[in-house]
């Protein structure tokens, strides 16, 4: 089995994990420090990978997703070889490292780009999406951008407009070019051969669009919210079949280099379409999409388990769901569930069949620090998830002896140090769950069967099996104590006793056996049972 079905990917947001100079930026040298953190020593979480969002040269417009040099570090964060140090201390540890790859756009400021727009002739002109105006002068077309306005942009000085599917300062690549196959191909091989295990793949479905560049339609209600925004349903610009051809390019250059490498992409499609870019059969696409049920569903047993089954449904055999409880684009889970879910959502996210990805932070269940007024630095308003790691209850946090970029929050629960040498704490039960599924077949790659536990119970349930190995898991989702039949709710399939392998509720619950027809159950527990 591939090392990252079975895995715990770990996203790091550079700016904010570690800072080892004191300017209040976390750095990749901040990185190397905290891997203990991670993986390879007695307090460790334990995860397999992490994935780095982009500390590529960049004038930070979009904080890094607006690369202006893909092969080289940021100055912010250090340079090649605080790289390769942080590279080989991961290796060291058994810790994969996966990079940000940003193959729709680059900056405005990329040398491609000033290139670009420097002539219409210049053979870089090509590599990018420009278009003469409408007959009334405005722009080509109606298409909207993620971000807000017209996806077009003005560029006076060669009188076209280019594209941007984000901020004007990030020009769309066009993936319609084979110089644009060829320049990714070599950003793709360059970090392979340094040593890379693998790429997150930015906002594959934005990559490529139409060439006849025709008009979206007005939204409609029915249409589903991850293709409309902007006041438009995204037919055109967004999501194309040629997207998955993106994808195999990136494909091919990976496996000229380190065959077997990791290929995840992000995308926010639909469950219906997301496996399209699994390919035809493992290794031909990439090996593990986003799927971000949990971002809109609500800490409801009902909504969790369609947004689980759903994957389930509409992934190949061969495919494997990939989820995020957070992320450093949308609001994290303490402040949308809730801080009464944490623990069992750490259970949910750990013990479905899939590959859970930890969003920095959560661990220790770290909740959005909205800005004040005059604070706000995102212009798409994410600082709020982004801020720095705690590390310790001091000022500063352990993140930074300066002053930090964005503000920390309250450290004084909410820190690594802290629940490090608490056994009931957020953290240690991460740590055993983490433990528990790598111990264990069939949490970490058996199959999947939700119960039908009744509606009105607020409780999800369901079996993960592999060979002979069984494991039930129940979480209380509507904050109730109650008492639960899985037992009744599997119509024969499982015994009438189990028992107890973890409770989230550490402090409470000693192991042992557990009758299924009636399991007590505190508000927001999730337990795991050993059939
Ligand atoms: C998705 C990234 O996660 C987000 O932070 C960024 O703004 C867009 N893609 C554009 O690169
Ligand atoms: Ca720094």
């Known amino acids: 089995m591939t090392w990252w079905r079975p895995g715990v990917l770990y996203q790091i947001y550079p700016r904010s994990f570690a800072d080892s100079n004191g300017d209040g930026i976390g ?313 009464g879910s944490l623990r069992a959502a750490a259970m949910l996210s750990l013990t479905l069949r899939g590959t859970p990805v930890l969003y920095m932070g959560e661990e220790i269940g770290m909740a959005d620090v909205p800005a004040t007024e005059g604070e706000a630095l995102d212009r798409a308003g994410r600082d709020a998830a982004r801020t720095p790691m705690r590390w310790r209850n001091e000022p500063g946090a352990g993140f930074t002896s300066g002053e930090p970029w964005l503000r920390i929050g309250d450290t004084s629960s909410v820190n690594v140090a802290d629940q490090s040498d608490d056994p009931h704490s957020l953290l240690s039960l991460y740590r055993r769950l983490i433990a528990l599924r790598g111990a264990s077949a069939a949490l970490s790659g058996g199959s999947y069967r939700g119960l039908d536990m009744p509606p009105e119970g607020g409780v999800l349930a369901y079996v993960r099996e592999s060979g002979t190995e069984r494991r039930l898991v129940v979480i209380e989702c509507r904050g109730q104590d109650g008492r639960h039949d899985p037992f009744a709710a599997a119509r024969g399939r499982l015994p009438e006793t189990g028992r107890l392998a973890l409770s989230t509720d550490t402090s409470r619950r000693a192991s042992g056996d557990l009758d299924l027809s009636g399991v007590e159950l505190s508000a927001n527990e999730g337990i795991i049972v050993d059939l």
């Open 27 to 339: 750095d990749l040298d901040g990185i190397t420090a905290h891997l203990d953190h991670l993986r390879g020593s007695p307090g460790s979480l334990g995860v397999d990978a992490i994935w780095i969002s982009p500390f590529f040269r960049s004038p930070g417009a979009d904080f890094g997703y607006d690369v202006s040099d893909y092969t080289d570090i940021d100055p912010v964060y250090g340079d090649l070889a605080a790289f390769d140090r942080l590279l080989a201390a991961a290796h060291e540890r058994g810790l994969r490292v996966l990079l940000d790859l940003i193959p729709g756009h680059t900056s405005v400021e990329h040398p491609w780009f000033r290139a670009a727009r420097s002539s219409r002739t210049d053979p870089h002109r090509r590599l990018y999406i420009w278009a003469d105006p409408a007959p009334d002068g405005g722009p080509p077309n109606g298409w909207t951008s993620t971000f807000g306005g017209s996806a077009w942009e003005w560029d006076e000085g060669s009188g076209q407009y280019y594209l941007h599917s984000f901020y004007p300062e990030q020009p769309d690549l066009d993936w319609h070019e084979p110089a644009v196959h060829e320049r990714i191909g070599e950003v793709v091989r360059f970090w392979l051969q340094r040593g890379v295990d693998g790429f997150r793949v930015d906002a594959i479905d934005r990559s490529i669009k139409d060439p006849l560049l025709r008009e979206n339609p007005a939204a409609m209600s029915t249409q589903r919210r991850f293709d409309y925004f902007r006041g438009q349903y995204h037919l055109w610009n967004k999501d194309r079949p040629e997207a998955l051809d993106v994808v195999r390019s990136i494909r091919r250059s990976a496996e000229r280099v380190k065959p077997g490498s990791l290929l995840l992409g992000e995308s926010y499609i639909p469950i219906e379409r997301l496996a399209r870019y699994l390919g035809d059969h493992p290794g031909d696409a990439f090996d593990l999409v986003f799927d971000f049920p949990f971002l809109d569903s609500g800490w409801d047993a009902g909504a969790l388990r369609h947004a689980v089954e759903a994957a389930e449904a509409h992934f190949p055999p061969s495919g494997w769901p990939c989820r995020a409880l957070s992320n450093h684009d949308n609001p994290r889970h303490a402040t949308r569930f809730g801080r």
